[in-house]
Every structure is written in C-alpha cells, then in structure tokens.
C-alpha cells in the first residue's frame, strides 16, 4: 500500500547491493516501479520498469484477499477449561 502513496520517479541513492557494488542491475531491479506504475494504471511504464511488475500487484492482492477471508472465517475460540492442578 505504501507504494501507492510514495511520490514516483525521484533520483536518489539506489538501495540495491548489485548497483551499490557497480555490478549492473540485478533481476530485482525496478520492480517497485513497476508495482507503483501498475497500481496508478501505467501498464506499460510498469513493464518498461520490470516485467513482472503486474504479475506481482496482482498476487499481492491475491494474498491480501486470502489473509482477510481466512482472518474473518478462523476466528475459533477455545473453551476455557478449568485448571486442573488447582
């Protein structure tokens, strides 16, 4: 959801290792772009940025989705049991 709100394309410090390291991009490289460019609809700049940019918006709510249901179907309680050392 952050990736939402952060302000897009803004020069600074990379944060990758491969790119701190002066070894080139790594397979990583632009996917938050890419998931920033999808979730503002900018299909095509996301995957100009990183192929699997869609991809990953895409099982991200997936996943959400999944962990909302679960959280509002499993709400099992136990029953409390007395103590039987007492």
């Known amino acids: 959801m952050l990736l939402f709100f952060l302000p897009g394309?803004?020069?600074g410090q990379s944060l990758?290792?491969?790119?701190l390291l002066q070894l080139g991009k790594c397979?990583?490289?632009g996917i938050g772009h890419a998931i920033?460019?999808?979730l503002h609809f900018r299909f095509s700049a996301s995957f100009q940025h990183h192929p699997m940019g869609i991809f990953a918006v895409?099982?991200?709510?997936?996943?959400?989705k999944q962990l909302i249901t679960n959280t509002l179907t499993t709400h099992e309680t136990?029953?409390?049991q007395p103590d039987s050392r007492t």
């Not at 990758?16 to 790119?19: E, G, I, R």
């Not at 895409?58 to 959400?64: K, P, S």
Request: some cysteine.
């Open 9 to 11: 394309y803004t020069e």
């Open 58 to 64: 895409i099982i991200i709510f997936i996943r959400i």
């Open 78 to 80: 136990q029953s409390v």
């Open 16 to 19: 990758c290792v491969s790119t």
């Open 27 to 29: 397979p990583g490289c």
């Open 36 to 38: 920033h460019d999808a």
